[in-house]
């Protein structure tokens, strides 16, 4: 069968970002060896569920710890640049609230787990962040815009940052989206398809012609929700860490704003952008988006959403393990996609620039 060049491309991301293919989950004997020999750390091991990798919660004696064995498909630099991400931001800004890196024994940051059918996974060790993740809280509008500040210093931070592996091919860089339209042919309701193809049009019409000259780093690239725990009883240090840079990658900065607002939209149905933008005050109070850019953040937002609940079906029929946690994660996305393009784009940007200069 012929496929169209654009087919082609997201096939290629798709498998870059290691999607396509499904794995046995690693056993879970095998990775107390390697963390009794490596780590010199043993106790009760539990397994939890995430996007693609093995991720597990050890409990010991003294400390819990973050266990993830990465899939065998993804590339061991990029896992390695993920890892050098976060050591350069303890490094660079020790005060932000980022998981840290566990070194083994010897001092490394990882090990390499070689597996019999020749491919490697590498295990890595992270301090447990204990605590609710944001998205199982109903923050207010100023400790969203106390998450916002985070991640507003999180690039600042990062601004200097370089890797080898920064330039990866990941589906979830919003900068692709516009070559995955054939991502609307899986799904099956038509009203669905209808709101896919007009943020398409949004995204072709705002985006594409900006995307050579937006400012570019490298970026968190997943701070959803999901990915950012909190105390929600502090006054002072409501976001208590940050986690998960396995969606790290180097693309235009304003897209990683644009990820946490696509998960903020339509919580508040009768105004489905007002969370998207009190997150994205707290942002700017310390990264301000530039005045030509900031009419692309919430088409990016948009982006972001829909390509979410684009790939959702598609990845639960080839990762039937995964699939509940796929569409547990998406399941109100085409719902809060109709709210979000409900109200006039003109009006959000409005009310993005009005509360960069504090007004209601």
């Known amino acids: 069968m012929n496929t169209s060049p654009a087919t082609d491309f997201a096939q290629r991301l798709l498998e870059e970002s290691g999607l396509t293919s499904s794995h046995e989950p690693i056993d879970v004997v095998l990775v107390s060896i390697f963390l009794e ?4 750390l043993n106790g ?14 050890l409990r010991t004696e003294a400390n819990d710890y973050l266990v993830k064995v990465s899939p065998p498909d993804e590339a061991e630099a990029v896992v390695e640049f993920q890892t050098a991400a976060m050591r350069f931001l303890e490094s660079a800004a020790p005060h932000l609230p980022v998981q840290r890196v566990k070194p083994t024994a010897d001092g490394h940051d990882s090990v390499a787990i070689r597996l019999s059918d020749g491919r490697t996974r590498i295990l890595r060790v992270f301090d447990f962040v204990a605590g609710p993740v944001l998205a199982q809280t109903s923050p207010d509008a100023e400790q969203l815009a106390k998450a916002g500040a985070v991640l507003g210093r999180v690039d600042v931070a990062l601004k200097e940052f370089t890797h080898p592996a920064d330039g990866r091919g ?14 609307v042919q899986y799904t099956p309701n038509p009203e669905h398809r209808r709101l896919a193809r007009e943020v398409f049009w949004h995204f072709d019409e705002v985006v594409v012609p900006r995307l050579s000259d937006l400012e570019t780093q490298v970026i968190h690239g997943d701070f959803s929700p999901h990915n950012v725990v909190v105390d929600p009883k502090s006054d002072d240090h409501f976001v208590t860490g940050v986690i998960d840079f396995g969606d790290t990658v180097r693309s235009a900065v304003i897209f990683d704003p644009a990820v946490p607002m696509a998960n903020l939209l339509g919580r508040t149905p009768e105004q489905p952008w007002r969370d998207a ?3 994205v005050a707290g942002y700017q109070r310390e ?3 530039k005045d030509s850019e900031l009419p692309l953040l919430p088409v990016a937002a948009l982006a972001r959403l829909t ?3 684009l790939l959702t079906n598609w ?35 409005a009310q993005l620039r009005n509360s960069r200069h504090g007004h209601a």
């Open 37 to 40: 020999k490596h780590y010199h």
């Open 44 to 57: 009760r091991l539990g397994r939890l569920t995430t996007e693609k990798d093995d991720t597990f919660r």
């Open 170 to 183: 990941l589906v979830w860089d919003i900068r692709h989206f516009h070559h995955l339209t054939s991502l």
């Open 277 to 279: 933008c009190a997150f």
């Open 287 to 289: 990264r301000p988006v």
């Open 307 to 309: 390509l979410r609940a």
């Open 315 to 349: 990845r639960a029929e080839r990762a039937p393990e995964r699939r509940e946690y796929l569409l547990a994660h998406a399941k109100d996305d085409w719902t809060n996609i109709e709210r979000a393009l409900a109200v006039s784009l003109n009006d959000v940007i």
